[in-house]
């Protein structure tokens, strides 16, 4: 079996609004000749071609999707919330929530979005593909039911879990959320469900500022469902690793899953201008090995992956590129431009300590 590329044109022309970086246009914020949010389309387009140009995309089965349908959306967000985007898309546009602009037509781009995301799903479980990708923008990772937030404007990956349930291709499912921001809104929608263990790997303190603790375990029922692991500024590709080791993979070992799905951000990159965590493309390529080697050895090699953040337009696509090769077995590689320089921009022996010890913590207390 293959590994699937979900993808579509429509999510590129997503639209983000007058912002300059992460602040609105306005007062002293002047506009920036480039324009929008760090959430752009170019580095997921770029990452297609760059897959193109090295001729990785004829060793993927590339596939699309349609819009999610409205009662897969609906198990995941209340018809009031819909409604009100729908409205407000059909009308040209807007801002419902924290940093989530959209355009005219943004409902329907959404919707495609998350789309992806339960085609890809529903693909690997149904055991079409071995593994698949779903390059979905806008994404979803921060969307809450009824509040879009952080450039998210429906849960991508909730809606497909809930969907791939609601049609009885899974019971257990693991999330693991790599991006270095917070996976809030995964961990809200799922907070109280003991069938969906939700673990996030993140940049201690970044986004959002005020959750994401270790503490945070989930409730009721769902109580040890949710990981957080965050971690400090700087941990770099050792430490990213070794979290996998210490922590991740043990607890979904336990955990059983029929599938592990993962919430792909590329935003802990060395030089992404919304993280300060220092991993490269190898450092994804060996956390996508370490996943499909445990994935294998429990759940049949079922993986899914969606697209969450990253916004350096000139590196993610050499890591998105790394754990497509990585998820695919190509050998066609697409060498890291800074493979030379960012090895050595990697932290010391006596960082490395410190980040063994904050890690030795969380794996005692679990």
């Known amino acids: 079996m293959s590994t699937g590329f979900f993808w579509d044109e429509r999510c590129f022309w997503h639209g983000g609004g007058n912002y300059a970086g992460m602040l609105p246009v306005g007062g002293l914020v002047q506009p920036m000749a480039s324009g929008g949010l760090p959430e752009s389309p170019e580095s997921k387009r770029r990452l297609k071609n760059l897959m193109d140009v090295t001729g990785l995309s004829g060793d993927l089965a590339l596939r699309g999707g349609a819009e999610a349908a409205r009662e897969d959306l609906l198990r995941v967000h209340p018809a009031s919330y819909l409604d009100a985007f729908k409205a407000a898309s059909d009308a040209g546009g807007g801002e419902m929530g924290r940093r989530t602009p959209f355009g005219p037509g943004g409902y329907e781009i959404a919707a495609l979005s998350a789309g992806l995301s339960v085609a890809a799903l529903e693909a690997v479980l149904r055991g079409e593909l071995r593994n698949a990708y779903a390059l979905s923008r806008p994404p979803g990772h921060h969307c809450l039911p009824d509040y879009p937030n952080g450039f998210c404007l429906m849960a991508n990956l909730a809606i497909a879990i809930e969907a791939a349930r609601a049609n009885g291709l899974t019971e257990r499912v693991v999330v693991l959320d790599w991006d270095v921001h917070h996976g809030n809104g995964t961990e809200a929608i799922f907070y109280e469900d003991p069938d969906v263990l939700t673990i996030s790997i993140h940049q201690d303190r970044n986004y959002p500022m005020d959750i994401g603790d270790f503490a945070d375990r989930g409730r009721g029922k769902g109580t040890g469902a949710n990981l957080n692991v965050p971690l400090p500024p700087g941990v770099g ?8 080791e210490r922590i991740v993979t043990p607890q979904i070992r336990a955990f059983q899953p029929d599938v592990i799905v993962i919430a792909c951000g590329f935003d802990a990159a060395a030089i992404d201008p919304l993280g300060r965590m220092l991993a490269t493309a190898e450092t994804f390529r060996m956390m996508t090995r370490q996943v499909m080697t445990l994935a294998d050895e429990i759940c049949g090699g079922r993986l899914m992956m969606a697209h969450e953040g990253g916004y350096s337009e000139a590196y993610v696509p050499f890591c998105g590129h790394h754990v497509l ?15 030379d320089v960012f090895p050595l921009r990697q932290p010391g022996a006596t960082f490395d300590r410190f980040v063994e010890h904050w890690l030795a913590e969380m794996a005692e207390a679990l």
């Open 237 to 244: 590709h050792r430490g990213y690793l070794a979290a996998m």
């Open 325 to 339: 090769q990585e998820m695919s077995g190509s050998a066609i590689t697409a060498p890291d431009p800074f493979g």
